[in-house]
């Protein structure tokens, strides 16, 4: 069942280059147009209550990213300004500013600030830097857009492959064969998890070597939370295929589950300044659990113990997928 189910994604010459060449476009594409350095904006973290009528932070082109709302502790903000996901950090519990001073337009935002604190009725705040190596949007990109083909892939190469045989007649006529539902089910799975995780390493392997992208991590764990993450989206789509009989409304359903995770799983752009609740929101689709954990490996290095929240969620909620789609499975 496993040979069967493989050889006919493989025949399918069309969606087989698809799944490969799609991932390779949207990595390249976006590394070029985003390629060039953003001018004009400045996104500055805060942490602590500012005092009042503080109009720096009110300042036309300079954008506030609240920390206390986010639960963010110091160190964690100063990790983001040595990454260069922010300009500015500016620390009113410890009367402390950070500033990368290897980010572009940082003598412009310095210059900004200080002009304010010697105008300013306010205590100026101590000064401290922080240095390290910027990340390009196509290092943060590339797990988005791997999490995204892996969601696509497995929710729509099982749920709505399953629901067409359904509809065709075939999983009535597997009925009668000596083939268990577990069987079935399982070759589905595993034919699916073996084609996702082949095609993820080349998009990886193949866009790497003429991008060569930052990989602070282990490579190890990053497969480790891949291949839970595509476990995880396969149980999802067997939920669907479970009873469905109709393409068009599982078409709906599927498009109705992915079309969120892909706006909110931060895929292609960061809800850094999103509101408070919308990144809440966004914890529970498990695509959001991979992306953060792979992006965590690759720019942070991150380690196990790291990512093993991300990793628990996956596992459980895969368990939870897998119960709910074993007891809503029919043949018919």
Known sequence: MVKAR??????DRGTFFWNLLFPFLLVFGFSFA?????????????????????????????????YDERDERLDSAVERLRRHQIDMLLDFDNQTYY????????QLLLELFSGFQSSSPHPPLNSATVSGEPIRYVDWLVPGVIGMNMMFSCLFGVGFVLVRYRKNGVLKRMKATP??????????AASRLMIVIITSIAVFAGTNIFLNFMMNGSYFNL????????LCMIALGLVFASRIKSEELAGGLLNLVTFPMLILSGVFFSLENAPAFVGTVAKVFPLTHFIDGARAIMLDGAGLLEILPNILYLGGLTLVFLVLASFLFKWE
């Not at 083939?179 to 589905?188: E, K």
């Open 6 to 11: 493989t050889m006919e994604f493989v025949r």
């Open 34 to 66: 985003f390629s060039g350095n953003p001018e004009g904006i400045f996104t500055v973290g805060t942490l602590g209550q500012p005092p009042e009528n503080y109009t720096f932070l009110e300042t036309e082109g300079i954008d506030r990213i609240d």
């Open 99 to 106: 500033v990368n001073r290897e980010a572009q337009g940082s």
């Open 179 to 188: 083939v268990s539902a577990l069987n079935f089910v399982s070759a589905q």
């Open 223 to 230: 497969l480790l939370i891949t291949t839970l993450a595509i």
